[in-house]
């Protein structure tokens, strides 16, 4: 039997009765010859053909696969079995549509950062170098002079290539006439980056290997797709035009495909130029190829066919050993890891938390989706016992029935797929809007093919949870039920037996859920409320950097001390001051030795956390200063270098036990070993994670000791980003060419930044939780009410030989708070066990915290009672005159 | 659910001897479904009644094993016909099941009349 035979049937049964109608023609035209009259000779050809519809009748079936036959027949009784009742099929979409969906959304988030490949070829073989300060550190960026002995020495390696992150000004008024500069985010690469990584420019060509040789030579860049298109218009001969990057002419020599968007996953770059260009796009440029202590460098190649991974590795060790005894003062005891830029990836325990836990957290939510589509399939078999039986008794087979249970829960699970795809794919875009990132920064969520394969599978092992479970129960309560011709009795059905486990892992899952819910919205709250230390209200911080204008640290210092007064006369401005770095945004750590003090471990340097602020740094900020006093517009390069230092870094590292004012005058060092005098001591502030405990910090004079990128702070009386406009037009008449980076609010960069991860993970699990919740609650009413209903006769029974309304009540009631009680029992020790699994994303919270868990049991133990209570007092409400006549 | 399995033995051999009557008959060259019946009944002397319950399903069953193929032709008095012609297949089905039905006689002659032996 062909296939294609199956599919035309109509059309075979069409040429088949045209065949049988030209036999009646012919037999009909002999009839007549014969002498018939014509109806005669009709009708006699009629009879001798017999029954047509017989003969085509048997062809059909011959036709037929019994296998497709069946399963569309079944499909056909689920559509008309699911439209007779459209409630219940509504919710089982609804709640299967919301665990997949949830798991959809938050796959695209593990796919993004576990398994979505960088987007070369055979990105499978691409490897990954760190190098790290110690075997425990396991990632950590090289040196330029590193990667350039790897290259000599090694021996496994196709290709490596090296690249750093850079972000630069960048005018493309020679290529486009009318377009404004602007900042662009880009790489740093080796000549060979795109050949190594087998990207193929679409417009031009990739950089020649002489093009990466000598330093300044060869300003030549390759641009992005994206950016193409953005600022170039596409313009198809964009090769050989200029643009300026920091003030700097570039020949832009190609276009990257669009498929390529970098080799990191979180980084999308728009810009490519040769490392040996760095002096020409960022300040002091020239000294990270020279230096070996400036570890920026990220370092990715590809194996010699038949090198494995860990015969690379093994060479590597060597060449560290040698390098480390060669260069011992930046490469003593620095290991080097060799993997594969996938396993790279899984190799960060950090990375991998919050993603786990929302990825559990969603499994429990399907799972509990799952038991009340179960429970709820199981209610609607057992209310169909006796249509069961029937069939059962007229010969269907048990796996007949069986496989139309499943048929159901199939077209179910098939809806709920694509419910759930819809709704994920509609989170992933409120994702995006979510996550603080820039179209430059931050993993891509998207709905693609890896994920859309995740919400299949899950489907798929959703119709064998919610499917097969009740499908067995009802088949076997129907098959004893014949078998003993009683009735089964309500409570000792195997399928009753089923739904209780059921309603008890539904309540104990929820309370799972409710818990780590409750704790992560505690945590919220309380990092709300952590004081930071300083005063974020009225806070406008403008980020500025003159160096992409190809300032130098002089000429940026004469441009602030042009703009800040002019700032600070506005109206409206309560004080202006400056900082390298701000809270949440950004930060940095030097190396610095304390007079007096040495490590435990006999190290002089300590790694602090540092900023370098203006004048006035701690007013703007309302950072109380607890001694001395804070940096003057007199700490300038030519004056004695000075200090201020937290509360923290005194105590720990200077006064131990005494009384603070012994630490003013105390002398610091940076690695350059000048004395740095303390003058200041300063109140704890927040170093950018909220509720984290304080960390020792010290503050250098901007003028003595910074970058040119500075971001302005701006205190306000009124709402701040109400003066962002005069403030880009003061900054527009110093200087017409430096735009603001980011203007932002002091407030809306803890909101976007520091409270992001709080608040995303208390508003996920705490909507999860809810679900749950109601999903628990909807099933123990389910339970409560179908063992009411079954059991009406009995109650009126009982009610007619006296049992009293509250007799009734506490009997049915008991049923539901026992399985409540026994659901949150287990619920609570499973919290218990679980939540000091992600106690490091608790920030402020204990993973046991009593009130939560208090809280949540008597909240759920709420929920569960009402749930039972409803059904419990329509139970009183039994006519025993209409219950004993009742079957 | 559909009733699959075989035929009953007595079902298959009459089937199997229609399938070997028409092929035979189509030897002689490309007929259409009524004349295929006429010329069995004709020439077993209308000893044989062609069953055209069970012609039409049995025409479809050799076509779909490929044992004969068809194609639509204007038969002796200018009526559309459905024509049926053997294939190469055929032809050695042919050979092969007329051995059979001999090897079949044979061995019912045999237990018919064993004083023959």
Redesign the interface.
Known sequence: ??LS?FFRRKY?DA??A???E??L???T?RNIQAGMTNEDARAAARR????MT??RE??YE?N?I?VL??LWRDLRFTYRTLCKRPGFTAIVILSLALGIGANTAIFSLVDALLFRPVPVPDAGGLIAIDTAASRLTQFGNSSYLDYVDFCKRSRSFKGLTVYQQVSAGMNPAGAVPDAKPQIVYGLLVSGNFFSTLDVQPIVGRAFLPEEDRVPGKNPVAVISYALWKRVFASDPNISGKEIKLSGHSFTIVGVAPQSFTGPDIYYRPDIYVPTMMSAMVIPDGGEILTERTWRGFNILGRLKPGVTVAQAQAEMNVIMRDLGREHPESNKDTVAFVRTEMARRRADNDALLLPGLLMGLVILVLLMACANVASLMMAKATSRLREISTQLAIG??RG?LIRQFLTESAVLAALGCAGGVLLGGACIRAFTAMVPFSSQDGPEFRLDSRVLVYAALASLAAVFVFGLMPAFTAVRDAWSAINTRTSVSASRSFSAVARRVLICSQVALSAVLLITGGLFLKAFVRAQSVDLGFNPSHLLLVTVDPSLRGYSNEQATRFYQQLLPQLAGLQGVRSVSMAANVPFLSGGSWDVSVDGYTAPDGEKFLDLATNQVGAGYFATMQIPLLRGREFTDRDTAKAPQVAVVNETFARRYIVQNGGLDSAIGHIIRLRGNQPIQIVGIVKDSTSGQIGAPARPWFYLADLQEAAPRRTIHVRTEGDPSAIAPEVRRRLAAVDPEVAPISTLTMSGVISGRGLFVPRIIAVLSAAFGLVALSLAVIGLYGVVSFMVGRRTQEIGIRMALGAQTRAVLTMVLANGVRLAATGLGIGIAGALVATPLVGNLLVGVSPRDPEIFVSVACALFAATLTASWIPARRATRVDPNVALRYE | ??K?GKLPLEGEMVQGTLDLLVLKTLAAGPA???TIAFAIERRSDDVLQV???SL??AL??LE?RGWIASFWGT?E?N????YYRLTAAGRKQLVAQTSRWEDLVRAIGRILYPAAE
Do not use: C, F, V
């Open positions: 039997m062909s035979r075979w040429q088949r045209a065949e049988l030209s036999y023609e012919i037999e035209d001798k053909l017999g029954n017989t003969i048997a062809i011959m037929s019994s036959d069946t269907a087979s007949a | 659910m559909g699959a259409h479904g009524h069953e055209h319950g039409y399903p479809h069953r779909d038969s008095n009526r559309k016909a459905r």
